[in-house]
């Protein structure tokens, strides 16, 4: 132990090629620099891959599993668990480096990363290969590796049920990869009770190369704080402001669901494969009709006031228990991407997207591609397997999820996404495979968004929505997904000065605004060396054609597209502002000095 | 949220039996043959118990979300740090809770509390010689709080309450790890449970006991069994009770 406060000092360090378990403690200038989750996350990662182009699917490879220094404290929303590892996904245009591709982090709501802290670890860090499918059972100090073959194939449902029953203790909490992580899906996720996931970036691919079915985690700790009495405090003030509000209540009317409805009508929606940004039948799928005919519970993480997380029943064809949503990423890729707008379907569309363990967004961003090319003519029904990729067939949709998480027939190209089907296919489809760096855009759409545009071309993992519209808000996200609080209580402005004084009295460092910006554009720094060592360059912070070719046809924003000149002008001051060479996107000398990143890299 | 209330919410105006009404009430059937199918022979112990006010913490499972802020709400109270010589509420781990929440898939929580039974089977399974001035087994009801306490002087670690309360009752009582001797039976946090004052979406309640309410003293698996049912149509946890 550190003995420094607000952490444990140590990570729980697991190779599962020897089985060798380590307990090792981190060094407290890496706590300061680089606070948790995310940014601890990459420092470690950074320390790990001396050398660009390592296989993310190699041993070498580490899987993190990230709570941050609120996590395991009751903290108001501090649920999250960051999985940072290196994309099995992404890859630059060209580079020196034949595995090269960006780091990636996933982060997720639930109870795994309290749980991680209340076991006495500020991290979990598994690298190697186990010779058969194994899981981690990790209970205070006692950590064992176990033999899991006999859940080959499982699906997470039936898994997360199963996993409890054999442990015998509801009390561990669980994280674990489907069929579609076993088979090395690379846009494969890892789920957590059943309906929360790190979703994004494949690091349930990462987990399934390590034979690595599930990690079980149970604990009776709790890391101390630096100033008791003013952590106290500030959590009164914390409760205070989001307790009854009509902030929280709106989160627990809807979710991000309202936005289904919401963003289309603003034209900023993922529709038919983001060839439109508004779907005039989002209403039949919205949070207004969720809640009328689905949803049967709001449901919260850890010690979280918002309660966003939905569950319910249908009926019919395609009726069964729904762990989550819609929500807005799965209701809108799944549905109005697909022009899918029939409820039930869209749930089971959902649910078995979750149950195979792959990521929510790429795959119906996947399958979007495919309705395409398959309606242009591009693709035939052979190409299908016989499968008839209409535009809203929920049933067709349904066997081409089975298909790509089985890797079976057109479901093995199918994995790869839509950058490499677009070079299988050809015929002018990479206009409409809708990626940055090979990782699929998500639901927002961006013709009449540009600051979206932004976040998705120069996030460190490929497109990611949740990156940042501008330098300010990239740097303090990387900076909030160090610390383990979930960034939706954040858009309160009013919580600002309790979640500052809360990580200052937990840790004993003072954190300003300013200081909290500061520290995350260390991260997101990091975060680029690490990208620009394996050799992504500003020729890699691109978009599909279709973003300036192919302006909306219908809704509020008819005939907005983006404007290639006003873009790279965007771009441009973009790097100019973070103080990278506008050429390359090279950080440089100066600015890693300022950061405190040049004795790093 | 009021439609599947209605299902399974308590609708707080059941038939509030008195301790006569519910002996005359075995005598002639009615309500009570629900008591007796609920509790079975030991609903007589309870009409014989007398009738202390007593009071509990309620759960609304139709408004719980499973955030488990409760359980840090408890600990935090009832397991307080010494901070430069004085005693300051603790940073809330949930281990040391005597409000648990279990979760379920499907997606089912049930906050389990004590009951505040007033036929305290776990009492009565104490095995410990009533002492000879006070009357009290190494457990028993605190006459001021009302709430079930432990003398772990006396206390023998048997083990015998946790296993009455889990056969009769919630099943709330946990014998310690290392010693055995119960722990988390609820405080009231001195007539202020600070469960229910945190509880961000007003899913619990301080209330007197009455146990003719729906849930009234079942263990989790069995709630959650039945709002499962009526929930998801499904009650398939998977096989770990």
Redesign the interface.
Known sequence: MSGKPGYHGRILNIDLSTGKIEKVSVPPEDLDKFVGGQGLGMKILWDRLKKPGIDALSPDNPLMFMPGPFS???VPSSSRTCVVTKSPITAPVKSDHSHASTVTYSNMGG?FGPEVR?AGYDGIVITGKARVLSCIVIDDEKVEIRDATKFKGMRT??F???I??EL?D?GFKTVYIGPAGENLVPYSSILH???RAAGRGGSGCVMGSKNLKAIAVK????P??AD??R??AALEKA?SV???SAY?KSW?EQGTARAIVGNSNAGTEAVRNYREGTFPEAGKIGGDAARRDVW??????????L?CKK???TKGKYGG?V?DGPEYETGVMLGSNLMISDMPGLLKAISTIDDLGLDQISTGNVIGFLMEAYERGMIDRSFLDGIDLKWGSVDATLAMIEKIAAKDGVGALAAEGVRALSWHIGKGSEKFAIHVKGLELAAHNIQANQPMALSYVTASRGACHLSGDNIAMQNRRAMLDSTGMCFFPTFEPALEEPMLALLSAITGREYDKAEFEKTGERIFNLEKMFNYREGFRREDDRLPDRFFEDAFTVGPKKGAVLDRNKFQAMLTQYYKERGWDPETTNPGESKLKELGLHSIV | ?DK?GEEIRDPGKGSGFTRREFLIGIGIGGGAVVLLGQFGVHAIDWARSGDPVLKMVLVDY?KC?????CE??CS?RNRP?A?GGKE??G?????YANIRV??????V?VPNVCAMCADTPCVNACPVEPDQKTGRRALYRDPATRTIRNDSGRCIGCGSCARACASQRTGVITPNRETGKPEHMCTLCGGDPQCVK?C??GALSYVKVRRDRKFYGLGPEKVAAQLARN????A?????K
């Open positions: 395991g404290l009751p109870f209340f449902d039936a997360d049920k199963a409890l029953a015998g509801r009770t059943a309906g604990g009776s700790g709790q101390t704080v008791h009495a952590f106290l409760r989001l307790y009854g929280a627990a049967v519970r709001d449901i919260a993480c850890y010690c979280c006031p309660a569950s319910g029943m228990v762990h | 949220m599947r139709a979300t499973g955030c488990r802020t840090s709400a935090s740090a901070i300051l509420p940073l809330g781990n949930p281990r279990h979760s379920f898939n499907p997606d929580d945190l961000p979406f929930w998801y149509g499904t398939d946890f998977g096989g770990l």
